[in-house]
T-cell receptor, first 115, second 112 residues
Framework: AQKVTQAQTEISVVEKEDVTLDCVYETRDTTYYLFWYKQPPSGELVFLIRRNSFDEQNEISGRYSWNFQKSTSSFNFTITASQVVDSAVYFCALIYSGGYQKVTFGTGTKLQVIP | DVKVTQSSRYLVKRTGEKVFLECVQDMDHENMFWYRQDPGLGLRLIYFSYDVKMKEKGDIPEGYSVSREKKERFSLILESASTNQTSMYLC???????????FGPGTRLTVT
């Protein structure tokens, strides 16, 4: 069975602070994909990043960075110099790369960036 | 850009009514999904379809059915709406080779 845990339910930060969203996963599969999605107040989930289980390189995209560590089964997401537009619910997700397998989502972390 | 559209943003129905939620994607994706989102529970999969006329139950299929007659369209049906089906419903599609999902804007359904 697969499981994704986002222990932080809600986080509030002041604008320009850095913030890290935690994601811990469980799977018995050796080949899998991890994702982060952003859900702004408008409601539509937006895909941010995909990482496969064989690629442990960290990734940076502008103010966003992701740290994937198989040893601790974690895929954490850091926003540097947060902005009000970053306020959203962020979901971590996992899929086993075996055809039609469904995605397992975490319960989400609500980030509020205060101006 | 991938576009997934849903027939309504907001919907109010009465208990016992039959409800249709429509989802259309324009990227020729093989897979399509219906989720419901409730506070504290995250996204829960209701049904998914890996191809036309194919469907698989997700985690919470009870009280729902689906239809996929054309590749671009995936419908969610509530045969007899109940108040516990009040929720946000999200449709998604996926390219089989890439795994990430693209979501529609959601339908907030209220059953009174």
């Amino acid at each position: 069975a697969q499981k994704v845990t986002q222990a932080q339910t809600e986080i509030s930060v002041v604008e320009k602070e850095d913030v890290t969203l935690d994601c811990v996963y469980e799977t018995r599969d050796t080949t899998y994909y991890l994702f982060w999605y952003k859900q702004p107040p408008s409601g539509e989930l937006v895909f941010l990043i995909r990482r496969n289980s064989f690629d442990e390189q960290n990734e940076i995209s502008g103010r966003y960075s992701w740290n994937f560590q198989k040893s601790t089964s974690s895929f954490n997401f850091t926003i540097t110099a947060s902005q009000v537009v970053d306020s959203a619910v962020y979901f971590c997700a996992l899929i086993y790369s075996g055809g039609y397998q469904k995605v397992t989502f975490g319960t989400g972390t609500k980030l509020q960036v205060i101006p | 850009d991938v576009k997934v559209t849903q027939s309504s943003r907001y919907l109010v129905k009465r208990t016992g009514e039959k409800v249709f939620l429509e989802c259309v994607q324009d990227m020729d994706h093989e897979n399509m999904f219906w989720y419901r989102q409730d506070p504290g529970l995250g996204l829960r999969l209701i049904y998914f379809s890996y191809d036309v006329k194919m469907k698989e139950k997700g985690d919470i299929p009870e009280g729902y059915s689906v239809s996929r007659e054309k590749k671009e369209r995936f419908s969610l049906i509530l045969e007899s709406a109940s108040t516990n089906q009040t929720s946000m419903y999200l449709c998604a599609s996926r390219n089989l080779a890439r795994y990430e999902q693209y979501f529609g804007p959601g339908t907030r359904l209220t059953v009174t």
